[in-house]
């Protein structure tokens, strides 16, 4: 069966205010255009004044995986120590910590947000990415209805529609031979839980990553030494994925 993937994106005055993409069946295709207008219309950060909706049919069937196992970090210690704790031994303790504080502070070269993830080489931190401030998206992604519900069984009063959409997007990057974990702060002002995800571990949600209010954020891609850019954006860009369950 015809497999299409729809993708949305809006913004305002040239600054981007939301995204999402789904992966549906060829009947699907009008009511989800429809969906992904709405939520573009009506979105916390604005009304947008541009709204791009692309629909394009799957050349291959998407790879199936299953939701990378999510854990609520609680911690009263600094963020910086939290995310040392967790990506040791698998990323140089420094090297996480001047990643967070290069999303905090805006990764293009510029100050201001990338609009795709940085590429970083472990262990001695060279960016792979070729443009600083694009960066590279993942895209080509959906989770299934199923997955949605047994997320919101299990966060509960957590759940959210970032949290579900970063779910898909981080168990896709995740499963990339070469990709070691992936470090994400939102740069919406008022969502201030992030996450760092890494291979064989999970998924780690942290509370208050970043301080309310500030427009700055990013994702970075950790890699093992050796990874090709080119091969690893075809990938993310181009692989269809769905993911069809939680773990646990
Ligand atoms: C984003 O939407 O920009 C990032 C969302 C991060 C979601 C983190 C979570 O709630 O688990």
Redesign the pocket.
């Known amino acids: 069966m015809a497999l299409f993937s729809v993708k949305m994106r809006s913004s305002k005055g040239g600054v981007h205010i939301s995204g999402a993409e789904r992966i549906v069946k060829e009947e699907e295709v009008e009511q989800t255009v429809l969906e992904l207008l709405r939520r573009a219309k009506h979105h916390s950060r604005g009304e947008a004044d541009f709204i791009n909706v692309k629909v394009e049919k799957l050349k291959k069937e998407p790879l199936k995986l299953k939701a990378l196992p999510v854990f609520e970090v609680r911690s009263r210690l600094p963020v910086e120590e939290v995310l040392r704790r967790l990506s040791y031994p698998l990323i140089p303790e420094e090297l996480v910590v001047k990643t967070y504080k290069l999303l905090l502070k805006g990764p293009a070269p510029n100050g201001s947000v990338m609009r795709g993830a940085a590429v970083i080489e472990v262990p001695e931190g060279r960016r792979l990415e070729e443009d600083r401030f694009k960066g590279v998206r993942a895209s080509m992604l959906d989770g299934t209805e199923e997955l949605r519900r047994e997320l919101q069984r299990l966060a509960g009063d957590k759940f959210?529609e970032?949290?579900a959409?970063?779910?898909v997007l981080s168990t896709k990057v995740l499963h990339h031979p070469d990709v070691l974990g992936e470090l994400?702060i939102?740069?919406?002002p008022d969502?201030t839980?992030?996450?760092i995800s890494l291979k064989g571990k999970g998924y780690f949600?942290v509370e208050g990553i970043k301080p309310k209010g500030l427009k700055k954020?990013g994702r970075a891609i950790f890699v093992k030494k050796g990874c090709s850019f080119k091969k690893l954006a075809e990938y993310l860009k181009g692989e269809p994925v769905i993911v069809t369950e939680a773990s646990g």
């Open positions: 959210t970032n949290f959409e970063a779910l994400c939102s740069d919406d969502y839980t992030g996450y949600r954020g």
